[in-house]
């Protein structure tokens, strides 16, 4: 009775329904499967989901198991797996992207022919997108609301992870993880990025209860601040489902019972997460066209070799507060939240550039690309999202940067240029881009490439008269 276990954006064993259940049934063979959508990720991301599975490998092993890794069609090489093992079912947690919930009804009917199950589990989001609706029966549009609905809804407990994983009592051949190249595209990006994460799921319980022993107490004060590790650092852990929503649900819930102040906002951001997915299910053009229909019109660039948008991309345009933000992101792989709003805000109103473009090169940069809450958070900046910022709003990066980094730590800290000796975090910047960009820390530091007022009047002239 051996139960195929596909995992895929839920890369840990702790609150795992469907290995769970599977370890329930008797022997089973957890997979991996390299398949089109892995290898349409942006370098970054698909570089970090490779860490992701090594690390996951490494624990099943420890437990007695592996993962067997495989490329090509989900289909085809399930349909082998089941050859080769004799399963009887396919475990998966649900995935809620469009592309991957048709397929994976598409599955369900193909092996139901064979009288194999293939059965979804909860585990990506706290509620399925589909059960929360407004009182007349539709979708929300608006967070408030939506908050309102699910802050005090119950969360089903966590669950322990096994203590060993049934084996079958022969192993499918499995590829090597060099097979699968998650790293094709990093190149010399790699090395650096990866002094700046630390992956697997031990290690993002051990950030989660460091975040709730020492931060969440001020976390509503010092998340916007760059300079302050004040974040919980969970985005790049759910991810890639290293840690579950659920187990950071219940921890902020008992910090929040212990007193700690900043444990209703953290729980805020959570729940702004779940209405991304929200959004995506009920409303999937968000990932890919203006959600108001009304923004089709507008005047935005899209032009990607434009002289102004490759300063932007390069962390050159002469806005101290901007380039940071950015040359943090190509560091690290990770940009403040308070940063990418006004990174976003400057892509797309100063310098008038459509949000797909800065989505794009988001999705090429950030190893805590999520597709749901990236087109929500860029839409939202840009004015066209529901929920939106006002198309009228022009973040100041200048005024940003005196109220949440006065000292100017965050710009010293990934700005080389203009400074006698500038730290580590800012010289790997010049390590990790391509040697083509022709950058140096001894360079000038550039002059903006549009002045702030400028841009801004420029953003608001476009927008007058047009009835958004």
């Known amino acids: 009775m051996t139960t195929l276990l596909w995992f895929r954006r839920d890369l840990r064993l702790s609150d795992h329904s469907a290995l769970t259940a599977a370890c329930e049934q008797g022997p089973v063979v957890p997979v991996f499967i390299r398949d089109g959508m892995v290898d349409a990720l942006g370098a970054a991301p698909k570089w970090r989901l490779g860490l992701s599975v090594a690390a996951l490998s490494e624990a099943l092993e420890n437990r007695g198991s592996r993962l067997i890794l495989r490329s090509g069609m989900p289909s085809e090489v399930l349909a082998e797996l089941v050859e080769e093992t004799g399963a009887e079912r396919i475990f998966m947690s649900r995935s809620f992207h469009p592309e991957t919930a048709e397929r994976d009804l598409m599955l369900q009917e193909r092996f139901a022919d064979q009288d194999i199950e293939v059965k979804l589990f909860d585990g990506h989001v706290l509620f399925e997108p589909t059960s929360v609706e407004t ?28 203590d060993k994983i049934p084996s079958p009592k022969s192993w499918p051949d499995s590829e090597k993880p060099s097979d699968l190249k998650f790293d094709d595209r990093m190149n010399r990006g790699a090395e650096v990025v990866r002094r700046f994460t630390e992956p697997g799921e031990a290690a993002a319980q051990k950030r989660l209860a460091q975040f709730i022993e020492e931060a969440v107490e001020d976390y509503d004060k010092m998340r916007d601040r760059p300079a302050v590790d004040g974040t919980s650092g969970m985005s790049e852990y759910l991810t890639y489902g290293e840690i579950s929503p659920r187990q950071c649900w219940h921890a902020g819930v008992q910090a929040r019972e212990a007193g700690k102040a900043g444990a209703e906002a ?6 702004w997460r779940e209405f991304a997915y929200h959004l995506m299910v009920h409303m999937p053009r968000i990932l890919t066209d203006n959600w108001r229909e009304k923004w089709d019109a507008f ?35 990770r940009m ?15 310098l008038m550039t459509d949000w797909r473009v800065g989505q794009r090169w988001f999705e090429e940069c950030l190893t805590d690309w999520d597709p749901a809450s990236n087109a929500m958070g860029w839409q939202w900046v840009a004015g066209s999202g529901p929920d939106a910022s006002p198309y009228f709003r022009v973040f100041n990066p200048m005024t940003q940067r005196e109220k949440f980094d006065p000292d100017k730590e965050y710009i010293t800290r990934w700005i080389a240029e203009g400074q006698d000796n500038p730290p580590d975090t800012a010289l790997a910047y010049f390590e990790a881009i391509p040697r083509r960009w022709n950058m140096s820390p001894d360079d000038p530091y550039p002059e903006p490439i549009v002045a702030l007022d400028e841009g801004r009047q420029r953003a608001l002239e476009a927008y007058e008269n047009r009835s958004f």
């Open 299 to 333: 005047p935005w660039k899209d032009d990607e070799r434009a002289a102004e948008i490759k300063a932007w991309k390069q962390g050159r345009t002469g806005i101290p507060f901007v380039d940071a933000g950015l040359r943090e992101m190509y560091v690290t792989g």
């Open 135 to 162: 009182k007349t029966g539709g979708p929300y549009k608006v967070f408030s609301p939506y908050w309102k609905a699910i802050k005090n809804r119950e969360v089903e407990d966590e669950l322990d992870a096994p």
């Open 336 to 350: 403040h939240n308070r940063v990418r709003m006004i990174v976003a805000s400057y892509l797309t109103k100063h």
């Open 266 to 271: 953290f729980l805020r951001e959570l729940g």
